[in-house]
Each structure stands twice: as C-alpha cells, then as structure tokens.
C-alpha cells in the first residue's frame, strides 16, 4: 500500500504564515511597498512574495534606503534581482537627504550613515504616500524588535509606541489606519537566522557572494573586523590585515563587521550558525550593540 507523509515542516508553516500575510497587505492595503536591499532577509522576503502572487507580478514596488556607503557586491545584486523580476525598484538616497540639508553626516572615525536612514526612510514613505512598508526583521535580532506586532503600527510622524500596539489573535490583523499613518509588516517575525538559511538551501535562493568566505583586507575595532574603504576611517592604531572573512549581515560597510569564516556553501554557513552562541547583530553591526532601551528608542524615532 502507497505510504502517504502529510507531516507539514517548520519551513512549509513559516512560509504559509508569511505568504498568508502579504496577501492580507495586498488586500486591504492601497499602496504597500517591500524593503529590499539585497540582504538575506529581504531576499528571502522578495522569494514570498514570488510564491505569494505567482504566476502573477509582484503587485507592489521594492524599495531600498541607499546609505551610498553600501557593499558594490550587494548593490550589484539588488539591481540585477529586481531587474529579473521585472519589478520597481525606488532608491531612496541618504546622500540626497544629505544634500537637501534633510540630514547631517556625522564626522570622525566612527561617523556612519546609519542612523540617518531613518529621515530618508520617511520622506520616501511620505512621497510614495506607501501605507504599508514590509520589513525583514525577525525576532531574534534583538529585544526592541520582539515588542513589535507583525502588523505594527506606526503615527503620522512615523513613530513607534510600544504601548500603543494593537492586539493580534491568531491570524488577525488589525490594518486600520488613518491619512499619513502607515504600517511596518513584519513577515518573518517568527523567523530565525537558522530559519532563513535553511530556506535558502531549501529554495535553492541566490545570495550576494559577500555571504560566502573570502579574503578581504580588514582591520580590527571593538572586537569587529571591518573592510578596507575609502568610507570607512581607520586609526593609526588600527592595521590592515588580510584574512578569510564572510558576512552574516550586510549594510552600510561603516558599521557592519565580518566573521572569520571559512563557510564557503549555505550548509557549510547552517553548520556555522547551529554551532555559534554569539547572534547575528551583536557580531556584525556596531550600531546595534546597544542597550535594549537605547534601541527602543532609534525604533520610536521612525528607525526600521
């Protein structure tokens, strides 16, 4: 007799619940949007969204909030994955907001862009008039983010109010909202970093070969190895030195360190991951090695 395996895995759940909530945005939002930067989480987001309205486009456009101090490896990949899928892609600059008077860059060894995507992040969204913006974060990141709902609300300023969160029981979703104010959806709120790499192996999903071991000239700070860059400021007392490095994270290269590693494939990278204690954040972004209030607060200010 034919044996029949209705066994449901984590990854088919995780993808059903994130599949099921882009096409509650599509259906009761008017003008949604995808953050994408080319990183792993936004491309594991953009491969839920293929399945999500396949054989159909993607139904709303991608955005990427460009610090102009992003890795050339990513960007290549963001322009030539949204260009394959057919898809808008809106480049939201930092360096314009800059040049706008929007914003001012910080100066120093430790200046970095980072922070000042948040204005550059809400002006898009107010230009766009977007009234749901979709958001990589997953839950393991750090403590601030696990405050948030799937469907988190945020003021017609673009803030956020922990306490001012609505309730979500079971798969209901509270999508009210009022001119000027929007939501940040979350899809891969019950993800972990594990999650998204074995779904990648599972996908057979390209990634930015940044993710995979390489040799790079780097120089130590903090405990971090950061890249050699005409953006980045190094010291005197802070040599260059070549090694076999990946990155479990990309972003402004000014404050996203990598990890020497010699993971050359995705299972190698899943091997990696079971085995470490140290999570994502708190080894690669120096601009997240931050008290839980403090990040709190970057979040209450409009911070992704």
């Not at 230009?127 to 988190?152: C, L, P, T, W, Y």
């Not at 959806?185 to 998204?196: I, K, R």
């Not at 930015?208 to 005197?236: C, N, W």
């Not at 360190?257 to 494939?265: D, E, F, L, N, Y």
Request: glycine content about 6%; hydrophobic content about 40%; overall charge negative.
């Amino acid at each position: 007799m034919l044996q029949r395996d209705y066994t449901t895995s984590q990854l088919d759940v995780l993808e059903a619940e994130a599949i099921h909530i882009m096409r509650e945005v599509a259906a009761e939002f008017e003008r949604p949007c995808l953050l994408f930067s080319g990183g792993k989480d936004s491309i594991v987001m953009l491969r839920i969204a293929e399945k999500a309205f396949w054989p159909a486009p993607i139904p709303f456009p991608l955005m990427h909030v460009d610090t102009g101090h992003n890795f050339d490896e990513v960007i290549e990949f963001r322009d030539r994955r949204s260009a394959e899928l057919g898809a808008r892609l809106i480049v939201a600059s930092v360096q314009d907001s800059i040049d706008q008077g929007r914003v001012v860059e910080d100066t120093g060894r430790r200046a970095s862009r980072n922070r000042l995507q948040t204005t550059t992040l809400l002006d898009a969204i107010e230009e766009h008039e977007f009234d749901a913006v979709f958001g990589g974060a997953r839950r393991d990141e750090e403590k601030a983010r696990a405050k948030e709902r799937v469907f988190s609300f945020r003021d017609d300023f673009g803030q956020w109010d922990p306490k001012n969160q609505r309730p979500e029981l079971w798969n209901l979703y509270n999508s009210r909202i009022r001119k000027g104010e929007h939501i940040r959806v979350f899809p891969l709120s019950n993800w972990t970093e594990l999650d998204v790499w074995d779904y990648i192996r599972r996908e057979g999903i390209e990634i930015p070969s940044i993710y995979f071991a390489h040799t790079r000239k780097v120089f130590e700070r903090d405990g971090m190895l950061l890249p050699d860059s005409d953006v980045v400021q190094r010291g005197d007392d802070e040599p260059l030195f070549e090694s076999v490095v990946r990155y479990r994270t990309v972003g402004d290269m000014t404050c996203t360190g990598a990890v020497q590693s010699s993971a050359a494939t995705v299972e190698e990278i899943i091997e990696e991951i079971a085995a470490t204690r140290i999570t994502e954040r708190g080894a690669t972004r120096a601009d997240d090695r931050a008290s839980e209030a403090a990040m709190e607060d970057r979040k209450r200010e409009g911070y992704f």
